[in-house]
C-alpha cells in the first residue's frame, strides 16, 4: 500500500531534523533516507527508555530533562531527577521546603542570619535553597554545608566571591546547580557553625571553590567557577559518587584535584564521572588530577590548557571518551595525559584509554594499563556521545539565564 502524503511529509520532517541532530549518522552512511530516519528515531527511542523522560531534543539529557519546561520555576525540584553519573542519586533538598535566601550577608559564621545561605545550609532538615534576587555573596569563613541541601542559583545572577567558599564534609546529598563561584580565598583560624546545635574552631580553609572532604552523592552542574586560590573544585579523604556537569571553568592554574594523596588508599572506592563541562581559557592543569579511584571523563570540551589536560598517580582508572581536546599552540604541552610521581615501569600498567576523542592541533593521548573493556566497568557512568556533538552537547555550559515564565 502506498504511504499517505501526510506520512511522506512527515518521514521527511525527521530526516531534516536527523540532518541537524544527527549530522556524523547522516554523513557516515550510505544508506537511503528512509532506513537513516529509522535509524535515527530508534535511537531516540532508546535514548528515551534510558532516560526515562522526554527529550526536547538538544542532546544533552540532563538539559533535556527539565530545560524544555517553561514552568520550571514552579517545578525545581524536578531537576534532582535529571543527574546522571556517579552522582546520579544526589537528591539535594528534593523533599524538603523551599527556603528564599532574602539576605546576602554573612556578618556572624556561630549565629548566621535567618534569610541568610548560611542559615539555610546549616538546618538539618532537606532544603531546596533558592534567591529573592541577585546577590554577590562574600563569606567570611567558608560556608559549611549540612546533608540534603540543593543550591539552585536558577532565576537569579548569584555569585559567590572574595572569600572563603563552599566545603562539603563528611555529609552526603548535596546539588550545586547555577552559581558563580570565583575569586575564593582561605579563611579560617575561626568559629564556623555547621548545624543548629554544633559549631567548632576551623583550621585554615585551603580556598578552593568547592570542596569536597568525606562527602557523598554530589552533584556540581551548571555552575561557572575561575580564579580560586587553591581548587576550583577538589574531592579528597574517601570521597564518592560524584557528577561534575555542565559547568563553565576558567582561568586557573590547578583546576580539580580529585584523590587526597598516593598513601591515602581510602580513596580507592572515588568514582567521579565528568561530562558535558567546558575547560575554557586561563587554565594551566588537573582537568583533573586523579589519584587511586575511578574516574570517568566523558563528552567535555577542552579549549585550553598550557600543561596538560589529565593527570594523575597512585594508579587512578581513568576512563576518557567522546571528549574534544585541542591542543594548545605550546610545543610540550600537545600531550593530553600526565602520569604523575611514577617511572614508565610502573605507570604503563595504569588502566587509562582514550575511546572516541577527538584530538586536534597535535594533541595527544598516552594510554596505559591491559585495555581490557572489563577493567573499566567500575570507571563507566553513562553512555557516550560521539564527539563531534561534543559543541552542542556543551555550548549552554556554565550558569544559564534563566528567567520566569520562560524556558531556561
Given at each position: 500500500?502506498?504511504?499517505?502524503?501526510?506520512?511522506?511529509?512527515?518521514?521527511?520532517?525527521?530526516?531534516?531534523?536527523?540532518?541537524?541532530?544527527?549530522?556524523?549518522?547522516?554523513?557516515?552512511?550510505?544508506?537511503?533516507?528512509?532506513?537513516?530516519?529509522?535509524?535515527?528515531?530508534?535511537?531516540?527511542?532508546?535514548?528515551?527508555?534510558?532516560?526515562g523522560y522526554f527529550s526536547c531534543g538538544t542532546g544533552?539529557?540532563?538539559?533535556?530533562?527539565?530545560?524544555?519546561?517553561?514552568?520550571?520555576?514552579?517545578?525545581?525540584?524536578?531537576?534532582?531527577?535529571?543527574?546522571?553519573?556517579?552522582?546520579?542519586?544526589?537528591?539535594?533538598?528534593?523533599?524538603?521546603?523551599?527556603?528564599?535566601?532574602?539576605?546576602?550577608?554573612?556578618?556572624?559564621?556561630?549565629?548566621?542570619?535567618?534569610?541568610?545561605?548560611?542559615?539555610?545550609?546549616?538546618?538539618?532538615?532537606?532544603?531546596?535553597?533558592?534567591?529573592?534576587?541577585?546577590?554577590v555573596i562574600k563569606l567570611k569563613e567558608e560556608l559549611i554545608m549540612n546533608s540534603f541541601k540543593t543550591i539552585d542559583g536558577r532565576g537569579a545572577s548569584v555569585h559567590i566571591a572574595g572569600g572563603p567558599c563552599i566545603t562539603i564534609q563528611y555529609v552526603t546529598n548535596i546539588i550545586i546547580h547555577g552559581i558563580n563561584i570565583h575569586d575564593c580565598k582561605q579563611g579560617g583560624n575561626a568559629m564556623v557553625r555547621s548545624s543548629p546545635r554544633h559549631f567548632g574552631w576551623r583550621t585554615i580553609s585551603d580556598g578552593d571553590g568547592v570542596s569536597i572532604f568525606g562527602g557523598s552523592h554530589v552533584w556540581i552542574d551548571h555552575c561557572s567557577l575561575s580564579n580560586c586560590q587553591d581548587g576550583l573544585i577538589d574531592a579528597i579523604m574517601g570521597s564518592t559518587a560524584i557528577t561534575i556537569s555542565n559547568n563553565y571553568m576558567t582561568h586557573h592554574d590547578k583546576v580539580m584535584l580529585l584523590g587526597h594523596s598516593d598513601t591515602y588508599e581510602k580513596d580507592k572506592n572515588m568514582q567521579v564521572t565528568i561530562a558535558f563541562n567546558h575547560f575554557g581559557e586561563g587554565l594551566v592543569q588537573r582537568i583533573p588530577r586523579c589519584r587511586h579511584g575511578y574516574f570517568h571523563v566523558v563528552n567535555n570540551d577542552y579549549t585550553?590548557?598550557?600543561?596538560?589536560?589529565?593527570?594523575?598517580?597512585?594508579?587512578?582508572?581513568?576512563?576518557?571518551?567522546?571528549?574534544?581536546?585541542?591542543?594548545?599552540?605550546?610545543?610540550?604541552?600537545?600531550?593530553?595525559?600526565?602520569h604523575e610521581d611514577a617511572p614508565q615501569s610502573q605507570w604503563k600498567h595504569w588502566n587509562w584509554r582514550s575511546e572516541g576523542d577527538l584530538l586536534l592541533n597535535g594533541a595527544y593521548f598516552t594510554p596505559s594499563g591491559a585495555g581490557a573493556s572489563s577493567s573499566y566497568a567500575r570507571a563507566s557512568s553513562l553512555g557516550a556521545r560521539p564527539s563531534t556533538l561534543v559543541g552542542p552537547l556543551t555550548s549552554a555550559s556554565g550558569v544559564l539565564n534563566c528567567r520566569k515564565g520562560a524556558r531556561c
Open positions: 500500500m502506498a504511504a499517505s502524503s501526510s506520512s511522506l511529509s512527515l518521514l521527511f520532517l525527521v530526516f531534516l531534523v536527523s540532518l541537524v541532530l544527527f549530522p556524523s549518522l547522516i554523513l557516515s552512511s550510505k544508506q537511503d533516507p528512509e532506513l537513516v530516519v529509522h535509524e535515527v528515531q530508534k535511537d531516540i527511542n532508546a535514548s528515551r527508555r534510558n532516560l544533552n539529557p540532563i538539559d533535556d530533562c527539565w530545560r524544555c519546561d517553561p514552568n520550571w520555576e514552579k517545578n525545581r525540584q524536578r531537576l534532582a531527577d535529571c543527574a546522571i553519573g556517579f552522582g546520579k542519586n544526589a537528591i539535594g533538598g528534593k523533599d524538603g521546603k523551599i527556603y528564599v535566601v532574602t539576605d546576602s550577608g554573612d556578618d556572624n559564621p556561630v549565629t548566621p542570619k535567618p534569610g541568610t545561605l548560611r542559615h539555610a545550609v546549616i538546618q538539618n532538615e532537606p532544603l531546596w535553597i533558592i534567591f529573592k534576587r541577585d546577590m585550553h590548557w598550557e600543561m596538560y589536560a589529565i593527570g594523575g598517580s597512585a594508579s587512578p582508572t581513568i576512563n576518557s571518551q567522546g571528549n574534544r581536546f585541542l591542543a594548545p599552540n605550546i610545543r610540550f604541552s600537545k600531550e593530553v595525559t600526565k
